[in-house]
């Protein structure tokens, strides 16, 4: 399992884009609000929702929404690629190939991050089979999460 919102960030910090978000306070800005307001989008989308937590088979939906949901939010999270340019160019040797160091120390990173989120995915599905039956258990964690990406949302758009 590839962290694909990870390897798209790096990447996209490789190519410089996070060095325009470092510079340029307009694309910060766009950025942060863009990211904010899906956060708000994706929390409002999981308040309403009668069936948020159930498999995506379930509730009529293709099984990749969940994936895409995860790359957007990351991508418009500007914070993200600002830690990958003022980290990871700290490991880089200005002497030799800048944008291939920063490749392969991403690449490290996306590995690592990788390893987590697979630890992650399989403990999910145990807990979701777990609390599929508890209607209380799944009312309360839809209105936690939903509430939860709503706040983080008002969170990124208010934090300077």
């Avoid at 990870?6 to 800005?29: D, H, M, N």
């Avoid at 409002?44 to 990749?64: I, M, Y």
């Avoid at 999910?124 to 309360?140: D, F, I």
């Amino acid at each position: 399992m590839l962290d694909l919102p990870t390897f798209l960030v790096f990447l996209a910090a490789a190519l410089g884009v996070s060095a325009i978000l470092a510079t340029s306070a307009a694309a910060f800005l766009v950025v942060k609000w863009l990211g904010a307001g899906y956060l708000v989008y994706l929390g409002v989308e999981t308040l309403l929702s009668r069936h948020a937590f159930e498999p995506a088979e379930l509730q009529g939906e293709p099984s990749g929404t969940a994936m895409r949901q995860g790359v957007i939010a990351e991508v418009l999270n500007p914070k993200t690629a600002l830690f990958f340019v003022a980290f990871i160019a700290q490991f880089v040797d200005p002497v030799g190939s800048v944008f291939w160091q920063f490749v392969m120390l991403g690449s490290v990173t996306t590995l690592l991050t990788s390893g987590v989120d697979a630890i992650v995915a399989v403990g999910a599905g145990p807990l979701s089979r777990l609390l599929a039956g508890n209607v209380a258990a799944s009312r309360a964690q839809r209105y936690g999460t939903g509430s939860a990406l709503v706040g983080l949302g008002v969170y990124v758009a208010v934090d300077r």
